[in-house]
């Protein structure tokens, strides 16, 4: 895995000062991944997930975020590209998808998860927002509050599905916010004269097992 340098890869000329100048690049063909395992568990119903990505490679399953399971937890769940669609699926194949496809190489994307199954509406408990538009999920939803695991003491992999299905592509500006459920907003906004969305700083809390990753070297929180 390489740190590219690039201070054009998200541009946000025209309003906004918050430019993105680096990223992580993970090689499906050098097995690239990273992996981290909490001493204690977080918030398991409620969290956030907020990264910028591009793809690498098209047309094979590619898993962005994945919590291991352990023991009986279960289900383990994690955050894949499969077919051109964002996808959060548990241990038992079953989730929800966007109706959307991504396919564009040359593009970068905002990506947002927002996890709070406590809620009793189904369909607030699985948000994914894309280049901050809300997108429409197909699928299933998780039952009310089923633990998802992915701030748990469960190893989390970014790149990576037991040593297979691995990612190809670029990311930056990872967030993972444990115990909140926040929207797209909270990390980007809307360019004022290109009209283009752009990454901005977030200035919220992280909570017990959140972190942040900027894809700058060792100048990572």
């Known amino acids: 895995m390489s740190l590219l340098n690039n201070s054009n890869a998200i541009p946000t000329t025209g309003g906004g000062g918050y430019n993105l100048e680096n990223s992580l690049r993970f090689r499906s ?28 490679s098209l047309g094979t399953a590619q898993y962005v975020l994945r919590a291991a399971r352990t023991g009986s937890a279960a289900p383990y769940t ?7 669609q964002l996808k959060l699926w548990n241990n038992a194949l079953s989730g929800v998808y966007t109706a959307a496809l991504f396919r564009d ?7 947002v998860l927002a996890i709070d199954t406590t809620q009793a509406t189904a369909s607030n408990r699985i948000k994914i927002y894309v280049n901050g538009e809300l997108q429409t999920l197909l699928g299933t939803q ?12 469960q190893t989390q992999y970014f790149g990576q599905q037991f040593n297979t299905w691995r990612y190809d592509g670029y990311m930056t500006e990872v967030h993972q916010i444990d115990g909140q459920a926040l929207t797209a907003d909270d990390f980007g906004e ?32």
């Open 78 to 84: 994690f955050f894949i590209l499969e077919g051109s």
């Open 29 to 56: 063909s050098a097995s690239a991944y990273l992996s981290r395992t909490n001493s204690t568990n977080g918030n398991l119903t409620t969290n956030t997930i907020s990264l910028w990505t591009k793809l690498g």
């Open 142 to 153: 998780p039952n009310q509050n089923v633990n998802t695991y992915l701030t748990g003491t």
């Open 105 to 111: 190489p040359s593009a970068w994307y905002h990506i």
């Open 190 to 221: 809307y360019n004022d004269t290109t009209g283009a969305w752009q990454p901005k700083e977030y200035t919220g809390t992280y909570g017990t097992n959140g972190f942040y990753l900027k894809g700058r070297g060792t100048d990572n929180s």
